[in-house]
């Protein structure tokens, strides 16, 4: 186990069970200003947004563990961009959404979001370890209502059942692994009673922000709540990848659980390919499968988060080639509006002739491609 932080001003007084005890995490988790100042260096731009934050919008919470990632003294620490409110959460910009994917005009049932034809997310709870700064779903996340019960959630069982065409349910909040494993496993098993449902998509950042979590009961529960459920996961810096963090995936996958990992593109936390490609070389490493970086959605508040189109088409230009095919992830925009994501990245066609194209490689040669002759149907 890692050392315990040495920014806890009582991290003498820890017992090393506690740090390990994901309900001591969460029970401990920090959640205003006063708290933050005993134990990192804040600016004045950290201290004005901690206090707006306390006041209205997204509240503060970020687990003990989350926080020792944190550097006590350096303000551009990527973990600190993540979790620590900035007075320019107060800006807006143009583009700004408070529900950039359009989630409330797509709810199909309460708490379930239908976006495409074959697939719906289920909002299980509001509640998360850590509250991301830059979270699509900043407008609900912490709002009070806490883990949705089995008899809230009934009727969104039921317009699933209803439509044979949903073949995936995301579960996702708030983050489904904060709930107690006996909850979760029950809607798990729910859904697992929809003949329909072949797969089930956990959406957690427990792994990276509250890794304690990730225990062997919570593991087994999950496999054996449903036949094919897939773990959703977001890593976003390579410094997230600590010690606890690589034993929650290992567990998760030595219990047969697939991990994906969705990366949000930030501005000044991992907008560089050198960041990037030290992430995703190290989530392959723990058997992860990098499989989204995600534009950042246009959510108020965060336009100090975001970078331009532009600059993740330039990254993924500067990782193609670079790192292996399982370890590049598509670039997508959740287009804003909620009208579905779309893939973007570099192109490498130059020309179409003739059934000749023009390709050009990761070191940029051009090279001929020709198509088969047309041959006539025998
Ligand atoms: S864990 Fe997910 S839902 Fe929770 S605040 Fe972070 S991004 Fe939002």
Redo the contacts with the bound molecule.
């Keep these: 186990m890692r050392a315990l932080p040495q920014n806890f001003r009582d991290a003498s007084r820890l017992r090393e069970s506690e740090w390990r005890d994901w309900r001591w995490q969460a029970q401990h988790a920090v959640t205003n200003l006063q708290a933050l100042d005993k134990v990192l260096r804040l600016t004045e731009a950290e201290r004005i947004g901690a206090a707006r934050a306390e006041a209205a919008g ?1 509240p503060i ?1 970020i687990t003990p563990y989350y926080l020792a990632l944190c550097d006590p003294i350096d303000p551009s620490c990527p973990i600190r961009r993540q979790c620590i409110p900035r007075a320019e959460e107060a800006i807006g910009v143009r583009g700004d959404l408070r529900d950039p994917l359009g989630e409330e005009a797509h709810e199909v049932a309460p708490h379930l979001i239908q976006r495409y034809p074959d697939r719906v997310l289920m909002v299980a709870t509001d ?6 700064r ?5 407008r609900i ?2 709002d009070g209502g806490g883990a949705r019960s089995l008899a809230e959630l009934e009727p969104a069982f039921h317009w699933i059942e209803a439509h044979p065409e949903i073949r995936d349910v995301i579960v ?4 489904p692994c904060v709930m107690s494993t006996e909850r979760l496993a029950r809607l798990l098993r729910r859904l697992g009673q929809i003949a329909h449902v072949d797969v089930v998509r956990l ?4 792994p ?2 509250l890794p304690q979590r990730i225990t062997d009961e919570l593991c087994t529960a999950i496999r054996e709540s449903h036949d094919a459920t897939w773990i959703m996961t ?1 890593f976003n810096h390579p410094k997230e990848l600590a010690e606890e963090a690589r034993s929650a995936c290992a567990r998760l996958v030595d219990a047969g659980l697939p991990v994906m990992n969705q990366t ?1 593109l930030l501005r000044g936390v991992n907008d560089d390919a050198e960041t990037l490609e030290t992430l995703f070389r190290g989530l392959v490493r723990e058997r992860i499968r990098p499989y989204y970086l995600l534009q950042m959605d246009p959510v108020g508040g965060t336009g100090h988060l975001r970078t331009p189109l532009r600059r993740g088409i330039e990254l993924m230009a500067a990782l193609q080639g670079r790192v292996s095919g399982i370890a590049l992830p598509k670039l997508i925009v959740d287009t804003p509006g909620g009208l579905g994501k779309v893939p973007i990245g570099p192109s490498y066609l130059v020309s179409e002739d003739e059934g000749v194209t023009v390709l050009e490689t990761f070191r940029g040669d051009l090279v001929e491609y020709y198509d088969p002759p047309e041959i006539a149907d025998q």
């Design positions: 997204l919470s509640r998360c370890g850590v509250y991301c830059f979270c699509t779903r900043s996340v912490g996702s909040g708030g983050d959406a957690t950042r427990a990276v922000t977001h949000v």
